[in-house]
């Protein structure tokens, strides 16, 4: 790859560095809050690499959750990349040995970049494709490190810290909206954490288990909705 390349390659991520780095420096933060030794916080990106699979982890192993509900969740909140992988078939089909890099280093952000650039003619496509993708995790780790670092070091009040996320989330929310229109996702999503907050507040719900509960039944009423008034074809009969 020559540097026209890469250049070209830090172009494309640039928005990525500066969402990741933002956002990665609180998960750090938080790594240090939670009592944690800091290289644990890149320690996560390398071999973890989930932004928010990392701030629920570090939530609930704070929290004193057991490691197989953490895993549930876990396979919970990120089975939409079973959906990332399925559209990007034919584009991975001549990545070679680069595949299995790509697969693990697939997050929203280094998706919706693969999903709008291609590899330069002459150039091969999964050393590219890696190359963005690889810059993208220097990015989120890079952030969390200085975070973690920053906490162990500087006395500060981490107040509204773990907001970060959320906020993030919020903001991603509201383009996905304004760009499809359709408000039923959001709001079968909604409705499921009312319920499952109801219920935990009302001990019906074992307490810890808020997340599990609304993430399942927002996956079922989704699922179920998407496919109300769906014509069936002959083999469904």
Known sequence: MDKSDFAKIVKITSPIFFGYVSIGIPFGLMVA????PWWLAPLMSVTM???TGQYIAIGMFAA?????QIMLIQVLVGIRHIFYGLSLLTKFKDVGKWKAYLVYALTDETYAVLCSVDAPAGQKPGRFYAAIAALDEFYWTLGATIGAVAG???NFSFEGVDFALTALFCVILTEQILASKDFLPPAIGIAAS?????LERLGILPGGNMLLLSLSVGITALVLAKNVGKPKTGAQK
């Open 33 to 36: 809050r939670a009592g944690y």
């Open 49 to 51: 690499y989930t932004g």
């Open 64 to 68: 004193g959750a057991g490691l197989a």
């Open 152 to 154: 162990s070091l500087i």
């Open 194 to 198: 009312v319920l499952a907050a109801v």
